[in-house]
């Protein structure tokens, strides 16, 4: 396969991933970063050029997801929460309650990160892989056996939840995704809401994730970048209208063995090693 045959196949492999990831909140750096390796890129080609791709697609189709309807952000400041009023101009709290889960979801990033780059440097790689693969799949056999339930809301769920995640991401690179979308569900967050959080949230943390290549100051090859992009601006718009029409009790379900068939093969990627 000549040069430009190779990114033609990524701009449309890129589209399909986003495609996949902006509808269901998973899956987009899963499958996309064995096919670029399969394809003979390396790790320090990809990753970064993945991260600008979800922080630009990512920030697009949560505003998307909000003019269609999907969530609501608003970020104003809520100057009659309790918080607020307390702490007087010091005080920030947003308004809609998408916005605060997105908040929150980001800054216990930061958290999970640290956490997770002290425990990577003296935890075996087999048993972190191990851990996130089991992990996501039982949550996704949660979703599907209670996908007809409705979860009451839990803001102590929302936290721990965005800890775990970005510990997971913070380990591996992955594990993201289809934690921070189930967990939500589990939380009591309404699932196309969960959608629309989750790419302002991603896309958040991977915007720190490039700023920290470029602070590092290690060369890195951005090559790729430009097609992943492309690809992905493309496929967010049909993603966006397909959460608006699908009910919420199928697009849970499809979730649910979503995340079940991704930790799986995280799992089988594992063992096949």
Known sequence: MDFESIFIVIFIISLLAEYMDATIGMGYGTTLTPILLLLGFSPLQIVPSILVSQFICG???????????????????????RIVKRLGKLGYIPRSNASKVAMILVLSSIVGVA???????SMPVFYLKLYIGLIVVT???????????????????I?????????????????????????????????????????????????IGVL????????????????????????????VYTVKRMPVKQFTLLIGVATILLGLFTLIKLFAQ
Not at 115 to 121: D, K, R, S, T
Not at 142 to 152: A, D, G, S
Request: net charge neutral; charged share 15%.
């Open 212 to 239: 920290m290549y470029f602070f590092a100051g290690t060369e890195v090859d951005w090559s790729l970048a430009p097609y992943l992009v492309a690809g992905s601006l493309i496929s967010v718009p049909l993603s």
């Open 59 to 81: 920030i697009f189709a949560a505003s998307l997801h909000q003019r269609a309807g999907n969530v609501i952000f608003d970020f104003k400041n809520d100057a009659e929460h």
């Open 159 to 207: 936290m721990g939840l965005g800890l775990l995640a970005s510990f997971n991401k913070g380990i591996s690179g992955g594990g993201y995704g289809p934690l921070v979308v189930s967990g939500q569900i589990l939380s009591g967050v309404e699932t196309k809401n969960s959608i629309g959080i989750t790419a302002l949230a991603e896309g958040a943390t991977c915007f």
């Open 139 to 157: 949550m996704g056999v949660i979703i599907v056996f209670k996908h007809k339930t409705r979860n009451e809301f839990s803001w102590k769920k």
């Open 115 to 121: 956490i997770a780059v002290l425990i990577a440097l």
